[in-house]
């Protein structure tokens, strides 16, 4: 394998693997996109040649939840979006689509332009998700500005964390009804904030102040409820909607049901949620029980199998991690009240591993299930197919070369993610990339991490993705009409 950073690379003697097929043949990219896809091209002068001989050729995997350096409960995350989308190079992933969330009351297109500002040191590609966290005239018309100027084309709603980011149902209302006349994807945290509060407070009552007390704050029917509410809500209104982070047998039921009943709506879980059950808040250790802090948090085993079934059959179509990293520092700000605990888990460098691993290789998915599940399904849900997502002439080169007989065991150790733990510790693994490439250029290969800071690019997603129109002939043809009596 050469190793120069010249704009033409070629793959070759892998099989590709997409979303809907799987073949031998070489991949070439020239200025970071994909020229040809077949069988035994000629090496043009000056290329780097990447042996993908034994291995998969897939398009590299996006992450459509991440929280690069967010400021969140009094501390900021310790992954910022260059440290962020290294060690997702690291683990094969190419894009993320990261969250702007503003201050309730603040102006949102501030709020934008102070994350593109951050995000600029990104090493891969990125976009961005605006949460809706208050609502007046010019939050209206910011939606707009947003999806006209600045490819946005999702916007998301925290329906958890009361007298902070939470939306009650006059916010949701406004903004789904906003969103549908925009052709953008409300997305939503489902999680019932007042629930959560009150149970919070409880629990702070009895003198239950460890970390043990937070999956107690935010049972499964906590979520279930939100997550139906939102999906009734949105039927109503006649958009398209999307669940990140689905960690429960109720909210996946939620959506099954919307989905029988004819409507759009979509889920996403996390990688975590698959694999990491709640009883890692009784260990004995606070820095191990407080490191996996998040919400909503891991559940009973039970829940796990529902999820993964959930992947297999449809009704769920996207893998995250919801990557919102805190050190041991950080979470002990909430060693004598679990409340102050700062929310949130890693794992960008490590989803498309574990999900190989559990998934391909036990059988629960077949390789391009992994594809649609990592990459594909979220680039069409968002509008940004067959760019990414996909291996065809045309599209991005954000591509991984997978060698499904490389072994690692995860750990914080070796991890390239700037925090102190891993939720995936000891957990050994087969199948990771052996080469990563972020448009066209070698950016990890063979344990050599060869992330370029700001070279990633901010991705626009045109709004009125497929489903859209489909809405909207629904609605038209289910619009009110009244009798008319002469
Ligand atoms: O605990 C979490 N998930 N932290 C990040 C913010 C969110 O709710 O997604
Ligand atoms: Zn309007
Ligand atoms: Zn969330
Ligand atoms: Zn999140």
């Known amino acids: 394998m050469t190793t120069s950073t010249s704009a033409r690379t070629l793959i070759r003697g892998g099989t590709v693997v997409t979303a809907d097929q799987t073949f031998r043949a070489d991949v070439y990219a020239e200025d970071g996109v994909i020229k040809a896809v077949g069988p035994d091209l000629d090496a043009p002068s000056d290329v780097t040649v990447v042996d993908a001989g034994g291995c998969y050729v897939m398009p590299g995997g996006i992450d459509p939840h991440t929280h690069m350096q967010l400021p969140f409960m009094g501390t900021v995350a310790s992954d910022d979006f260059y440290t962020g989308t290294a060690a997702g190079l690291a683990g ?111 629990l702070l009552a009895r003198g239950l102040t460890g970390p043990e007390a937070h999956p107690l704050s935010r049972p499964t029917a906590v979520e279930g409820e939100a997550a139906n509410r939102a999906i009734q809500i949105a039927k109503v209104l006649g958009v398209p909607l999307y669940i990140v982070h689905v960690s429960c047998r109720e909210a996946l039921e939620a959506i099954a049901r919307g989905r029988m009943d004819g409507h759009r709506v979509y889920g996403e879980v996390l990688a975590g949620h698959l694999l990491v059950d709640d009883s890692v808040y009784r260990h004995p250790d ?38 919102c990293c805190f050190c041991a520092p950080q979470k002990a700000a909430g060693r004598h009240d679990f409340t102050r605990i700062p929310n949130g888990t890693g794992g960008v460098e490590d989803r498309m591993a574990v999900l190989w691993h559990h998934g391909v290789n036990s059988g629960r998915l077949t390789m391009n299930e992994f594809v649609k599940v990592t990459s594909a399904n979220a680039a069409q849900i968002f509008n940004i197919y067959p760019r990414k997502g996909s291996i065809a002439v045309g599209a991005d080169a954000d591509l991984v070369v997978w060698d499904p007989a490389a072994t690692k065991t995860i750990s914080a150790k070796t991890h390239h993610q700037n925090v102190d733990y891993n939720i995936f510790e ?61």
């Open 92 to 202: 094969g992933t190419t894009m993320i689509i990261d969250f702007v969330i503003p201050n309730p009351k603040q102006n949102v297109m501030e709020a934008y332009r102070t994350w593109r500002g951050w995000a600029e040191k990104a090493a891969a590609d990125y976009s961005f998700h605006v949460a809706i966290t208050w609502w007046d005239d010019s939050v209206h018309a910011d939606m707009g500005a947003l999806v006209r100027e600045h490819g946005v084309n999702s916007f998301k709603h925290f329906m958890a964390y009361k007298n902070a980011i939470m939306c009650d149902d006059e916010v949701l209302v406004n903004s789904f009804t906003r969103a549908l006349e925009l052709g953008a994807m409300p997305t939503v945290h489902a999680e019932n904030g007042e629930l959560v509060f009150q149970l919070q407070k409880q």
């Open 286 to 323: 606070f820095e191990v029980a407080a490191a996996h802090v998040m919400s909503p948090p891991f559940r009973p085993k039970e829940h796990q199998a529902a999820l993964w079934h959930g992947l297999q059959s449809g009704t769920l179509h996207t893998t995250a991690t919801d990557h």
């Open 426 to 486: 000891g957990m050994e693994v087969t199948g990771l990339p052996r080469v990563t490439l972020t448009a066209g250029r070698v950016a990890w290969q063979d344990g050599d991490l060869r992330a370029v800071r700001g070279a990633g690019r901010y991705v626009n997603r045109p709004a009125f993705a497929p489903g859209f129109d489909a809405a909207a002939k629904r609605k038209e043809a289910l619009k009110p009409r009244g009798v008319d009596r002469g």
